[in-house]
């Protein structure tokens, strides 16, 4: 079956099996392995992307239903020259240790701050319980997001002010 779908601002068209998930289209199909396999039973979170701005799990997601939407994964979210504030805060903070959860954690966490900019931490912990890390403890993921919401904030007020 064909499908038609835009990852990170670029356009696809790909023939796949109407039962391929995304989380396979994008790591197998596409070569975006950033989006992580962690239990194909969508409790893990590993594999949160967003699709047209909302965070879903993309084992819960077919490629076909994801046809003429806009997905964007953690390769889209930033670059290596060019971090994303989240990505820059889990490395400021140490909100990671494996790293295995992280694109998840952040996929969702960018998904909070577009609709809170100052989230509390009891929001944030909220936020992000359909991801799981069995590394952290989750403290610093938490401290993460509020510097990454911190900046994003600053960032806005600077752009705010000079406009």
Aim: glycine share 10%; hydrophobic share 35%.
């Amino acid at each position: 079956m064909n499908v038609t779908l835009t990852v990170n601002g670029k356009p696809y068209t790909r023939d796949v099996e109407p039962r391929t998930l995304l989380v396979h289209f994008l790591r197998e199909d596409l070569g975006l392995t950033g989006t992580h396999v962690g239990c194909d039973t969508s409790q893990c979170g590993a594999c949160t992307v967003h699709l047209n701005g909302d965070a879903v799990k993309s084992c819960t997601v077919l490629a076909v239903q994801a046809g003429g939407l806009e997905v964007t994964t953690i390769e889209g979210l930033g670059t290596v020259a060019d971090l994303h504030p989240l990505q820059a805060g889990f490395w400021e903070k140490h909100g990671l240790q494996c790293g295995f959860c992280t694109p998840g954690m952040i996929m969702s966490a960018a998904e909070l701050l577009r609709h809170d900019p100052d989230p509390s931490e009891a929001t944030i912990r909220h936020h992000l319980e359909g991801n799981y890390c069995r590394c952290t403890g989750y403290h610093n993921i938490v401290l993460a997001v509020q510097h990454a919401a911190a900046a994003m904030r600053e960032r806005e007020s600077g752009q705010a002010a000079d406009d």
